[in-house]
């Protein structure tokens, strides 16, 4: 493909970062492993075919042959093809490419003439499948020493491991680059600005392909400026053609509204897509190698849902937009059916914004095994360490300014509690300062310069605190933001006031946009002229997780009464709908219907009437829904078969509407909620 020899072209002079990586490989190709095949796996792009050529280019351990399944594979001959052209080349002048024992018994004394082992590359082996019979039991009829390193899309399986190799094969996931392999990937192609760097990272979130791509499109015509906007949309579309490449439609559709998600499962797909999900799609998609494996669901790698975000909000920006309100519907549904959950889902429903900023800066990276601990003395050097590392890192033009780095430890003396700890694997990877503003910290902070137009400006507040020091692993950066903004969401619940003061200047909007408000009397400077600018929440009155959950409504048609609708009332309205055809003679019904909705009784009606007028009322208000487009016509004729005619049993109207049973009872409970929403109108 293009692509790909595009990226193999500049492999040796442009090839950053995988040290790791490539230490195992040279220690396998040794025979310094415990198993004799290696399998390495990673999404479209991630640089498995650079990693071979890289390792093959500067490795002397073994005696080589790269076989290609980017090349035609559908017998085995085409693999004895592969390895005859380069034993000829290496002087094997006098081979038959089609004796399958001669090729092997040159391959061994070959490698017996030069004292080494046999090394096979396999490379793109998803196209290997042909073969997948033959190849096992070829390899085993090698030598036993031979060493394998195969590289594809996904874990094997399949046949691969029914063939009795499993015990033998090591697997090795390639992970995206890190923020320091970009940064110094940028500066080898001559990238130089903070915001072109910026860029390569925050649109490729080290992801090889996409880095070299975009690295080539600022570099076009000697532009080193970041990308307009129609240069990214021309990247998002060859980058989703590579991503899409073999996937059939129902699991492109699948993929497409995991991405709307932060976190997706079965049942929320089905949720926003309207439509039961075939499991063997929802199978094939969640084995793609791009999609990450949790404890509670699944979750697409930043890049690839970056990407297929934009990709869809540009062809199809309608359909986005209804898929994220229903996203926001359905995480709301699963609130309010559990409330325990409200904290935990805080961040799925953050992830909904409509506002493509908070989206990107707040949803970054996975990371596993953490622990949240206090601060104590002997950790005081390594987060002063951590603050400085990642705001140079962040704010290269504060590279020589030592910002507020000096009050870390006379605030810890003041009081300990004033820091959190983030750790992985026992290594302090992260911290945080949630500070009190009580009178002994005044005093301490009233020798900084920076924090002077603060504290005199400011009139103390109880339970008030100010959030101003952070720091993060600059390598696991991207990984790490989420979980610190999780951590510092569960902090805010304690507080009753906060000002987040800040130079990291990609945050002076996200802060607004997540509910805080812009306090510029507060703004300082340090002696090296670093900005610091001041951003107030005030939880006096709301708690931040409601005050967060009415900002992502506030520009949503709708929505707001949607979220007040709760399942007590739901449950209610199903009751009486359960009871339609007896509100004639039945004044209780009606009684309970007044309750519930007063306002529907716009005129006297005698108690003889009530119940022919309320069911009136419900059949006017179940037409409008039928009369009016999808999905209101459907949730409108389920309302009408299953209560208003009573049509039973239910899997007649499952069968009558064309839905699985358990489509069937999902619409049905949307179509209550609907409907109360509309009778619950004023």
């Given at each position: 493909?293009?692509?790909?020899?595009?990226?193999?072209?500049?492999?040796?002079?442009?090839?950053?970062?995988?040290?790791?990586?490539?230490?195992?490989?040279?220690?396998?190709?040794?025979?310094?492993?415990?198993?004799?095949?290696?399998?390495?796996?990673?999404?479209?792009?991630?640089?498995?075919?650079?990693?071979?050529q890289?390792?093959?280019?500067?490795?002397?351990?073994?005696?080589?042959?790269?076989?290609?399944?980017?090349?035609?594979?559908?017998?085995?001959?085409?693999?004895l093809?592969?390895?005859?052209?380069?034993?000829?080349?290496?002087?094997?002048?006098?081979?038959?490419?089609h004796?399958?024992?001669?090729?092997?018994?040159?391959?061994?004394?070959r490698?017996?003439?030069?004292?080494s082992?046999?090394?096979?590359?396999?490379?793109?082996?998803?196209?290997?499948?042909?073969?997948?019979?033959?190849l096992?039991?070829w390899?085993?009829?090698?030598?036993?020493?031979?060493?394998?390193?195969?590289a594809?899309r996904?874990?094997?399986?399949?046949?691969?491991?029914?063939?009795?190799?499993?015990?033998?094969?090591?697997?090795?996931?390639?992970?995206?680059?890190?923020?320091?392999?970009?940064?110094?990937?940028?500066?080898?192609?001559?990238?130089?600005?903070?915001?072109?760097?910026?860029?390569?990272?925050?649109?490729?979130?080290?992801?090889?392909?996409?880095?070299?791509?975009?690295?080539?499109?600022?570099?076009?015509?000697?532009?080193?400026?970041?990308?307009?906007?129609?240069e990214?949309?021309?990247?998002?579309?060859v980058?989703?053609?590579e991503?899409?490449?073999?996937?059939?439609?129902p699991?492109?559709?699948?993929?497409?509204a995991?991405?709307?998600?932060?976190r997706?499962n079965?049942?929320?797909?089905?949720?926003?897509?309207?439509?039961?999900i075939?499991?063997?799609?929802?199978?094939?998609?969640?084995?793609?190698?791009?999609?990450?494996?949790?404890?509670?669901?699944?979750?697409?790698?930043?890049?690839v849902?970056?990407?297929?975000?934009?990709?869809?909000?540009?062809?199809?920006p309608?359909?986005?937009?209804?898929?994220?309100?229903?996203?926001?519907?359905?995480?709301?549904?699963?609130e309010?059916?559990?409330?325990?959950?409200?904290?935990?889902?805080?961040?799925?429903?953050?992830?909904?914004?409509?506002?493509?900023?908070?989206?990107?800066?707040?949803?970054?990276g996975?990371?596993?095994?953490?622990?949240?601990?206090?601060?104590?003395?002997?950790?005081?050097?390594?987060?002063?360490?951590?603050?400085?590392?990642?705001?140079?890192f962040?704010?290269?033009?504060?590279?020589?300014?030592?910002?507020?780095?000096?009050?870390?430890?006379?605030?810890?003396?003041?009081d300990p509690?004033?820091?959190?700890?983030?750790?992985?694997?026992?290594e302090?990877?992260?911290?945080?300062?949630k500070?009190?503003l009580?009178?002994?910290?005044?005093?301490?902070?009233?020798?900084?310069?920076?924090l002077q137009?603060?504290?005199?400006?400011?009139?103390?507040?109880?339970?008030?605190?100010?959030?101003c020091?952070?720091?993060?692993?600059?390598?696991?950066?991207?990984?790490t933001?989420?979980?610190?903004?999780?951590?510092?969401?569960?902090?805010?619940?304690?507080?009753?006031?906060?000002?987040?003061?800040?130079?990291?200047?990609?945050?002076?909007?996200?802060?607004?946009?997540?509910?805080?408000?812009?306090?510029?009397?507060?703004?300082?400077?340090?002696?090296?002229?670093?900005?610091?600018?001041?951003?107030?929440?005030?939880?006096?009155?709301?708690d931040?997780?409601?005050?967060?959950?009415?900002?992502l409504?506030?520009?949503?048609?709708g929505?707001?009464?949607t979220?007040?609708?709760?399942t007590?009332?739901?449950?209610?309205?199903?009751?009486?709908?359960?009871?339609?055809s007896?509100?004639?003679?039945?004044?209780?019904?009606?009684?309970?219907?007044?309750?519930?909705?007063p306002h529907?009784?716009?005129?006297?009606?005698?108690?003889?009437?009530?119940?022919?007028?309320?069911?009136?009322?419900?059949?006017?208000?179940?037409?409008?829904?039928?009369?009016?487009?999808?999905?209101?016509?459907?949730?409108?004729?389920?309302?009408k078969?299953?209560?208003?005619?009573g049509i039973?049993?239910?899997?007649?109207?499952?069968?009558?509407?064309?839905?699985?049973?358990?489509?069937?009872?999902?619409?049905?409970?949307?179509?209550?909620?609907?409907?109360?929403?509309?009778?619950?109108?004023?």
């Amino acid at each position: 493909m293009q692509i790909q020899a595009k990226l193999y072209g500049v492999v040796r002079k442009f090839f950053v970062g995988r040290e790791q990586e490539l230490e195992i490989l040279r220690k396998h190709a040794a025979g310094h492993s415990d198993c004799q095949w290696l399998h390495i796996y990673g999404q479209s792009g991630i640089g498995k075919s650079t990693l071979l050529q890289q390792f093959m280019a500067e490795s002397e351990v073994g005696d080589f042959y790269f076989l290609d399944g980017s090349k035609t594979i559908r017998a085995k001959e085409d693999v004895l093809v592969q390895l005859a052209t380069q034993l000829r080349s290496a002087g094997e002048w006098d081979l038959n490419e089609h004796n399958q024992q001669e090729i092997v018994d040159r391959m061994i004394r070959r490698a017996d003439l030069k004292g080494s082992h046999i090394v096979l590359l396999l490379d793109t082996f998803e196209n290997w499948r042909s073969i997948e019979e033959w190849l096992p039991e070829w390899l085993g009829q090698i030598v036993e020493t031979v060493r394998i390193i195969s590289a594809g899309r996904h874990p094997l399986s399949g046949g691969w491991l029914r063939s009795g190799w499993a015990s033998f094969i090591n697997t090795l996931p390639l992970t995206s680059l890190t923020p320091t392999d970009v940064d110094l990937y940028a500066r080898k192609r001559g990238l130089e600005s903070n915001e072109t760097k910026s860029q390569l990272f925050q649109f490729s979130r080290g992801i090889p392909l996409a880095m070299t791509l975009v690295a080539e499109m600022m570099l076009k015509g000697n532009h080193n400026k970041p990308l307009a906007r129609v240069e990214q949309n021309q990247l998002i579309s060859v980058l989703m053609e590579e991503l899409f490449d073999g996937l059939q439609a129902p699991v492109r559709r699948l993929l497409e509204a995991a991405s709307v998600f932060w976190r997706f499962n079965e049942e929320r797909l089905a949720s926003i897509l309207n439509e039961e999900i075939d499991y063997e799609s929802f199978r094939n998609l969640i084995k793609m190698p791009f999609i990450i494996l949790k404890e509670d669901g699944w979750m697409l790698h930043d890049a690839v849902r970056s990407w297929a975000l934009e990709d869809m909000m540009l062809r199809k920006p309608q359909t986005y937009e209804q898929m994220r309100r229903n996203a926001l519907k359905q995480i709301r549904l699963e609130e309010r059916s559990n409330p325990l959950l409200r904290q935990k889902l805080h961040l799925d429903k953050m992830s909904l914004h409509e506002n493509p900023l908070v989206r990107n800066i707040c949803f970054t990276g996975h990371l596993d095994n953490v622990e949240v601990r206090g601060c104590d003395e002997c950790d005081l050097p390594v987060i002063q360490s951590l603050y400085l590392r990642y705001h140079h890192f962040v704010l290269p033009e504060a590279a020589e300014d030592l910002l507020m780095v000096r009050l870390i430890r006379p605030i810890w003396e003041v009081d300990p509690s004033s820091f959190i700890t983030i750790w992985q694997e026992n290594e302090l990877v992260a911290f945080f300062g949630k500070i009190p503003l009580h009178a002994e910290m005044l005093k301490m902070l009233e020798t900084d310069p920076a924090l002077q137009p603060f504290l005199n400006g400011w009139k103390p507040i109880p339970n008030a605190y100010l959030v101003c020091f952070v720091g993060l692993e600059p390598e696991l950066a991207a990984k790490t933001q989420t979980y610190i903004i999780n951590t510092l969401i569960n902090h805010f619940s304690f507080s009753e006031w906060l000002l987040d003061f800040t130079c990291l200047k990609e945050w002076f909007p996200v802060l607004e946009l997540c509910g805080f408000e812009a306090a510029p009397w507060s703004n300082g400077t340090t002696k090296s002229g670093t900005e610091y600018r001041g951003f107030i929440l005030d939880l006096t009155k709301e708690d931040y997780l409601s005050k967060l959950d009415r900002l992502l409504s506030k520009n949503s048609i709708g929505e707001a009464l949607t979220e007040s609708i709760s399942t007590n009332d739901v449950n209610e309205l199903k009751t009486l709908m359960k009871g339609f055809s007896k509100f004639p003679g039945n004044p209780e019904l009606s009684e309970h219907y007044i309750r519930i909705f007063p306002h529907r009784i716009t005129f006297d009606v005698s108690i003889d009437n009530l119940g022919n007028f309320i069911q009136k009322d419900i059949v006017d208000v179940v037409d409008q829904l039928i009369a009016g487009e999808d999905p209101d016509a459907i949730l409108g004729k389920l309302l009408k078969y299953a209560f208003i005619q009573g049509i039973r049993p239910h899997e007649v109207v499952a069968k009558k509407t064309n839905l699985s049973l358990s489509t069937y009872y999902r619409y049905l409970n949307k179509a209550l909620e609907r409907l109360y929403q509309i009778l619950a109108q004023k």
